[in-house]
């Protein structure tokens, strides 16, 4: 059954998570970041990470160029999506991916990036069909929202999660107040070591039902090409 509000389930087992590979080994950055590694503007502010699931095959199977256009509609997609919700692409996918929302309240600016992170996992799945008919392979991704962690640490907790699902970190749900807009299981949690603490990580399954309208039609004005653009996250 799916719930609102966090639980109290028994901790399942801690599982390390990868220092290493997609699954083993870091990215290596095919393309340079888009906007360079900036630092964080003053104010609250979120991340969205994406991490390229079975990355270090695609690495091997392609030559750089060749690399760069198997992942150009992916940037494309997630350069529509991050406008949508004035999010600043920091890094592009294969480079780490990393995606900066800043507002306040922190209620807000958690919601714009995980309303984003959806949506991009949303359009990445809709984009599956239209590269298997021109015969290019399609990607699948782990995603990752949180502001409370170092970059190593935030890049070893998305490399831990669910292919093709997002996770947040369970305590910064309540933190941020997603915990009552966001559907998810607590006995789905996975607990993680991320440095010298275990983190519990929530996968999101989807968001309450009011918002979910509004993300199907964005996703479909994204594959649409429409190019909107400007602060569309959900009303609370």
């Known amino acids: 059954m799916i719930r609102r509000r966090l ?4 901790a399942p087992p801690a599982t390390a998570a990868p220092a290493t590979d997609q699954d083993t080994a870091s990215e290596t950055p095919p393309v340079a970041p888009v906007d360079g590694d900036a630092p964080a503007p003053d ?18 199977r392609y030559t750089r160029s060749a690399l760069e256009a198997l992942l150009a509609d992916y940037h494309h997609l997630l350069r529509e999506v991050a406008a949508l919700y004035g999010g600043e692409v920091i890094t592009a ?15 807000h600016t958690a919601f714009s990036a995980l309303c984003a992170g959806l949506l991009f996992l949303r359009v990445a799945r809709l984009q599956a069909p239209r590269r298997k008919a021109g015969q290019s392979p399609a990607l699948e991704f782990k995603a990752l929202v949180s502001n409370q962690f170092n ?9 831990a999660g669910v292919p093709g699902r997002l996770n947040v970190p369970e305590a910064e ?23 010298d603490r ?11 039902h009011r918002y979910q309208t509004l993300l199907r039609t964005q996703a479909e004005k994204v594959m649409g090409g429409s190019g909107v653009s400007g602060d569309a996250s959900p009303s609370k």
């Open 43 to 60: 104010g609250v502010s979120v991340e969205l990470r994406l991490s390229v699931v079975n990355f270090d095959h695609f690495q091997q």
């Open 198 to 208: 275990q983190i519990r990580l929530q996968p999101v399954e989807q968001l309450a």
């Open 93 to 107: 996918i294969g480079d780490r991916a990393r995606i900066r929302f800043t507002g306040e309240p922190l209620s």
């Open 151 to 159: 970059e190593a640490d935030s890049w070893a907790l998305c490399l």
């Open 7 to 10: 639980g109290r389930p028994a």
């Open 173 to 195: 749900l309540t933190r941020a107040e997603l915990d009552v807009k966001a559907l998810y299981q607590t006995e789905r949690a996975q607990l993680v070591q991320a440095g």
